[in-house]
């Protein structure tokens, strides 16, 4: 008949949903901790308990190690002594040697060694049973109960055990309070450490595509593929679809009759707006659907290698295509991966009129050169040089690498350069000196005008009083009458 103590721990295994068995094992160990503490020793004391009594039997543990490695005799012996004992032993076997009248009274300390080494047992093994649980599980959405809040995070009950909804994973544009039902999607498992293990977020753009894999069908079973999320949580999100068959629209799957899907996962982001568009293999024509609503006039590839695009649109389209704050622009280029550059018309009309412009004064200024004539400067141009500076600093390589332009053409063009451009600096040098000269003249003569605009009071008032003081008088101030009786 099994022991109390056993039904105990059965029970708290079910309850727990952990193996019985490793709750035995925290509870031989904790024992063995507790008899550590009571008997104030350095052996290597084990415990193990006997199911259908209920006791535990200690006994102390010494391995058999070679004479060389002998270091503690009380956790070790020796291969000779070993073998005296039993004739069999081998290095590492190890001996027990039952403790005597081990069913003691334990003592407040070891009672709470003991405890210690059960709680710390039994939560390793809800830690492992939940990784095992959920490790392979994350993108699932998972339901539960709002419990409490801890300094903005938000614990989530989900029956054995709990998650956690940090902060930056909330949406802003949502509230709940304890009790409230709540799903989320999991994002990450934590094997070790402190605090709940599972972390799930309601800002994720999992989240979004979970919703539309429950409400869509298509979606579910592979017909409709959703390509990329870009998401700013609680107030828009852009979702890309592409369909495996012909005859099946995406877009229309997932927004569905009168709306209906699409509202479905709507509702559950708390009115989230939601901006459906198709895959396009593309990339100019990808651009043009993630920038809906705005009507697109152009669109460019500026640089594949940085996966960089210009767009084109009119003056009343501007604000649409870029959206608020930046919004519609910033969603549309995380989900087409490429970096978006929204100009309207004018602003490329005047970029263009500038450049032509740069270009008509960067021919002028190559076709001064000597010796240059406009075909050469032509080909300068094409080849990338806007100044003579940029050619004065082209190596001969650079220039005998331009079609037309041999080595001998080369050095004359590049000594032209040099000589045009020492004479540039000449020319800006003594056009600085003659304005730092203009500067110091007016700066002299502003201080001229100064002096001379000075009261002559003080100059006036200084010579009266040295005539006083001349004639022995005091000096005064102002003009005043004299006064007296007229003596």
């Known amino acids: 008949m099994s022991s109390e103590l056993f039904q105990t721990i059965e029970q708290i295994g079910r309850e727990k949903g952990i193996d019985a068995e490793i709750i035995i094992q925290a509870v031989e160990e904790a024992y063995a901790a ?12 084990a415990a193990r308990f006997d199911r259908e009594t209920g006791q535990f039997a200690l006994f102390s543990r010494q391995t058999v190690v070679a004479d060389e490695e002998f270091q503690d005799p009380v956790t070790e012996i020796i291969l000779e002594d070993a073998r005296e004992i039993r004739p069999d032993a081998e290095i590492g076997t190890v001996f027990e040697t039952v403790k005597e009248h081990a069913e003691l009274p334990l003592t407040r300390i070891a009672a709470q060694a003991a405890k210690q080494v059960i709680y710390q047992k039994v939560k390793e093994a809800e830690r492992e049973l939940v990784w095992r649980e959920y490790g392979d599980r994350i993108g699932e959405l ?9 300094r903005g995070d938000m614990m989530v009950d989900l029956g054995r055990t709990e998650a956690v909804i940090p902060r930056r994973e909330q949406s802003r544009a949502e509230h709940y309070n304890p009790g409230d039902r709540i799903r989320a999607v999991l994002v990450n498992v934590e094997r070790q450490g402190k605090g709940p293990q599972l972390t799930v977020s309601r800002a994720s753009e999992l989240l979004v595509k979970k919703l539309f894999e429950m409400e869509v069908p298509e979606i579910y079973d592979g017909t409709v593929i959703i390509v990329s999320v870009a998401r700013d949580a609680g107030e828009r999100s852009k979702v890309s679809v592409r369909s495996k068959e012909r005859d099946v629209d995406p877009v229309g799957a997932c927004v569905g009759m009168k709306g209906s899907r699409v509202q479905a996962v709507i509702r559950e982001l708390r009115g989230e707006k939601i901006d459906i568009v198709k895959y396009d293999d593309d990339p100019s024509q990808y651009v043009r ?3 809906s609503p705005a009507s697109i ?18 003056e009343d389209q501007l604000s649409l295509a870029i959206g ?30 500038a450049e032509m412009e740069r270009m008509a004064e960067a021919s002028r200024e190559l076709a001064s050169l000597p010796g240059i004539g406009t075909a050469i400067a032509s080909r300068l141009l094409d080849a ?28 004359a063009i590049h000594d032209a350069a ?33 002096t001379e605009g000075e009261e002559p009071g003080a100059e006036q008032v200084s010579e009266d009083e040295e005539a006083a003081s001349q004639d022995g008088e005091e000096p005064h101030e102002g003009s005043l009458p004299p006064t007296g009786d007229g003596a």
Do not use: C, P
């Open 34 to 45: 507790a008899s550590r503490k009571y008997y104030h020793s350095k052996e290597d004391f």
């Open 142 to 150: 998972l339901t539960g109960q709002v419990k409490r809040f801890d």
């Open 289 to 291: 659907q993630a920038l």
């Open 297 to 314: 006039n152009r669109v460019t590839a500026r640089d594949y290698e940085t996966r960089e695009m210009e767009v084109i649109v009119s």
């Open 324 to 353: 608020k704050k930046g919004q519609n622009v910033r969603l549309a280029s995380k989900l087409v991966g490429w970096r978006l550059d929204i100009k309207s018309e004018a602003e490329k009309k005047a970029e263009v009129e």
């Open 384 to 411: 990338g040089f806007r100044s003579v500076e940029e050619v004065a600093l082209a190596s001969l390589e650079d220039l005998t690498s331009i079609e037309g332009i041999g080595e001998k053409s080369a050095i």
């Open 418 to 450: 040099e000589v045009a451009l020492e004479a540039l600096l000449a020319a800006e040098a003594e056009a600085e000196a003659a304005a730092e000269a203009e500067a110091a003249a007016m700066a002299a003569e502003e201080q001229a005008a100064g």
